[in-house]
Structure formats: structure tokens, C-alpha cells
């Protein structure tokens, strides 16, 4: 059955579905990153920070459930985090792609300006939709990103001042505005989270529920991770990280930001009576949660980690997907942390050696992506267990590693589907070199 048949037939999705969705974004940020991606200079801390994300999304996809306890901590640090981290990448590598352009030769009209933008997201909007109708269990955010990707033009033309502002804003701006327009669309108390699918787009009612998914009510939505997009392009204009200083100032601010997202959430559920007031809520409008063991837990569970509209106290959590104001913030904090503590190791020979598997599995990420998804819709489908994380990780650190290896003085060093994207938007004509 898939996601948006579950929901309709009142069942909660599988907690392996739902955290699923987060990662998906690996690929996308991987086929907006800079020409020179692939793990070289400036952007090998970057590209670090993407193979780390991968290898959460395969923790999550495909290892136990998290526990906090032992081990368990692994899984429960890349819950929820993995796919702001790659949404937050992706507006980050965004900015160093537009940086590397020489200005003289950016295209100019309509068409040659545009063209690479619009085949990009529709290329993410067929492979999103595509790996979604496979149902491999997880829930694909490919056709979002086509979105974010859209949404994000008329911000590059931002001055930083501005475009900061906007990104500070945003953080709060676009879960209100997903808590307030909610109920306007009929979701309320539960029914968010999903994603679109192939069938979805066979009638116009379907496109219309598509529509409302992209922007509103799915899994990733624009109005709640948007605002990552936002942020990583605000970070990458202010923060140029081939400076030591720079990126050591990254990881102190991430940090700080960080613990003022987490933190004030724990204060506000903990300390000043939220989770109180949030299980009364769930007494009136969710009550056959109150059995589970942690009721709080179990409604955003069946939400796909969206908030309900029932009570203003659901904006003051941090748990994962739950697209909050201090979850958005937190995990903005993790991700500009990971940033600057990657540019600051591969300044280093020994730090980027160490660096270098994941520098080159995050080149190939989009690559990575769409072949695990695939995976998972045969032979591993259902898999949860330790062994099947070690599996998958290993296998796409080994083959990503013999890819580049092998290809390491071609184009196809960026990786298959890179290599295949780039091609499709490379620019026509006769200032068209190839790479």
C-alpha cells in the first residue's frame, strides 16, 4: 500500500517510512553543487558534510529504530537531521556555484538563463515522483527540491543584508504559516506528510492535492524547508569558508545555534508546562494516543512530523520532522557546525585524507540516492537492522570511491546521474565548452 493509502485508510505510516523522507534531499544537493564539487578546494569540507548526511540517511532508511542508549545515539543524532542537512546544503552550494561563474560569462535572455534551472527541476520532479510510485519505503523528496530549486531564483538576486534578514525570518514565518493554513486545507489534527505520486497526477483534483503537498501539507514542504534553502545561501554569502578564521566562526555559531533551537525547546516542554498542555490537547483530538509511551512522539509520528493545528504549544518542540521554529533553527546550527568543522579538517593533509570517502560519496550523492532508494524497492526492501546500515554504507563508500577512481580524469568523476544532469543543462552554443 503506499503512504497516501495508509493515511486515507487511518493507518500511521511506519516510523521507517516516515523518517525516510528526510534524507532524500542527498541527491538533490548534490546536483546543484558547484562545477568543481567533486571534492575538490573550497567545497571538499562541503562535500565531507554531504557524505556524513548520506550515511544518517542510510541510518535512518535502513537501521533500527533510535534508541538513546549505546549505539543508539548514532541513530538518534541523524533522526530528523539528515534532511535539513542536505536542504541546507543544497542553498549553500548554490551560492558557490553562482560565486565560481565569471560574471562576463553568464548568459544572458530569458532562455539561456533559465533553461538549466527548469530542466534541473524537472528532472528532480520525474525522478522524485518515479522512486515515490516504487514505494520503496521511504518517502522520497526529490519532486521538493524541484520546488525549492524554483523558489529559490528571485533570492539570488538578493544583497546579503537582505537575503539574511529574510532567511532569520523565515525560520519562523514558514511554520506559522503551515500551522495557520493547516485547517484551511483540512489538516488539522493529522492527514500531513506525504508526497506525490504518479497516480496523483491522473486528474486535476490529484493535481491540485499535489500542489497543496509541494507547498503546504507534504512531507517537505516549502512553506517548513524552505527556510533551510534561505539559510544555507544567507551562510554561504557571509561566511567564505577558504578562510581558517571563518570556518572555525561556523562551528561556534552553529554550535550556539544549536543549543538555542534545542535548548528552548526542552525549556519550553520541560520547564515552563508545554508537554502538559500539549497532552491535553491530545486528550481531545488524538485520544488513542495517550496510550503510547510517549503520546507526544506518537501523534507526530502519524502527522509524518508536521505539527497539528490543535494548540500553539506544537510550535515549542524540537523532535524530529517535526518543522518547528526550534527545530529549524537546531538543526540550521547542526549543519553550519558540521560545515565549519569539515572546512576546517580538509585545510589539513591528514584531515583531508580522512575526509576524503565521504568528500567523494557527497559529490555523488544524487547518484547515491537514487540507487538506494531502488534498492530498497527490491531486494532490501523492509530492511531495519545494523548489519543492513553497515551494508549499505560500505557498499556506497566502496563504489563511489572506485567510481572516482576510475573515471578521476573524465566528466563522469562526478558520478553517473551528475554527469547526466550536467549534460542536460550544460548551455547550448558556441560559448558551450564542454567539461
Not at 157 to 181: D, E, I, K, Y
Not at 287 to 294: F, G, K, Q, S
Not at 392 to 400: E, G, N, P
Request: hydrophobic share 50%; aromatic share 8%.
Amino acid at each position: 500500500m503506499s503512504a497516501r493509502g495508509e493515511a486515507a485508510a487511518g493507518n500511521p505510516e511506519p516510523q521507517k517510512v516516515r523518517s525516510g523522507n528526510a534524507d532524500q534531499g542527498a541527491a538533490a544537493g548534490s546536483a546543484n553543487a558547484a562545477p568543481e564539487a567533486a571534492g575538490s578546494g573550497r567545497l571538499a569540507g562541503v562535500d565531507a558534510v554531504r557524505g556524513l548526511a548520506v550515511l544518517g540517511m542510510f541510518a535512518v532508511h535502513v537501521g533500527p529504530s533510535p534508541q538513546p542508549e549505546g549505539a543508539g545515539y548514532v541513530l538518534v543524532a541523524a533522526d530528523g537531521r539528515a534532511p535539513a542537512l542536505f536542504t541546507l546544503l543544497a542553498g549553500f552550494s548554490l551560492v558557490l556555484a553562482q560565486r565560481g561563474l565569471d560574471p562576463a560569462a553568464r548568459p544572458a535572455g530569458w532562455t539561456a538563463r533559465y533553461r538549466p534551472l527548469l530542466i534541473r527541476c524537472a528532472v528532480m520532479a520525474v525522478l522524485g515522483v518515479f522512486l515515490a510510485s516504487l514505494w520503496p519505503g521511504i518517502l522520497v523528496i526529490l519532486a521538493f527540491f524541484a520546488v525549492y530549486f524554483l523558489a529559490a531564483e528571485p533570492f539570488t538576486r538578493l544583497s546579503t543584508p537582505v537575503l539574511t534578514a529574510v532567511a532569520g525570518v523565515s525560520v519562523v514565518a514558514g511554520p506559522l504559516l503551515s500551522f495557520l493554513l493547516g485547517p484551511v486545507f483540512g489538516y488539522e489534527a493529522s492527514g500531513r506528510g506525504l508526497v506525490p505520486e504518479a497516480a496523483d497526477l491522473t486528474s486535476w483534483s490529484g493535481l491540485g492535492t499535489v500542489l497543496c503537498e509541494l507547498l503546504l501539507t507534504g512531507a517537505y514542504p516549502l512553506a517548513t524547508y524552505f527556510p533551510y534553502i534561505l539559510a544555507g545561501m544567507a551562510l554561504a554569502r557571509v561566511c567564505d569558508i577558504r578562510e581558517r578564521s571563518t570556518a572555525l566562526r561556523m562551528a561556534v555559531w552553529g554550535t550556539a545555534a544549536a543549543v538555542a533551537g534545542y535548548g528552548s525547546a526542552w525549556l519550553a516542554t520541560h520547564v515552563f508546562g508545554a508537554r502538559e498542555r500539549l497532552l491535553a490537547s491530545i486528550a481531545v483530538h488524538h485520544p488513542d494516543a495517550l496510550t503510547a509511551a510517549d503520546p507526544v512522539r506518537e501523534v507526530l509520528r502519524r502527522q509524518y512530523g508536521a505539527v497539528p493545528s490543535t494548540s500553539w504549544d506544537w510550535l515549542l518542540v524540537a523532535d524530529p520532522y517535526s518543522q518547528t521554529p526550534p527545530e529549524t533553527l537546531g538543526n540550521a546550527g547542526v549543519g553550519c557546525a558540521l560545515i565549519g568543522l569539515c572546512a576546517l579538517a580538509a585545510r589539513h593533509r591528514l584531515g583531508a585524507r580522512l575526509l576524503r570517502p565521504f568528500t567523494v560519496l557527497g559529490a555523488m550523492a544524487l547518484s547515491a540516492y537514487v540507487i538506494h532508494a531502488l534498492v530498497l524497492a527490491g531486494p532490501a526492501h523492509g530492511a531495519a537492522s545494523w548489519s543492513a546500515w553497515l551494508g549499505f554504507s560500505t557498499a556506497a563508500l566502496a563504489l563511489t570511491w572506485a567510481w572516482q577512481r576510475t573515471y578521476a580524469d573524465t566528466p563522469l568523476r562526478r558520478g553517473p546521474l551528475e554527469h547526466a544532469l550536467r549534460l542536460a543543462t550544460r548551455p547550448r552554443g558556441r560559448g558551450a565548452a564542454a567539461r
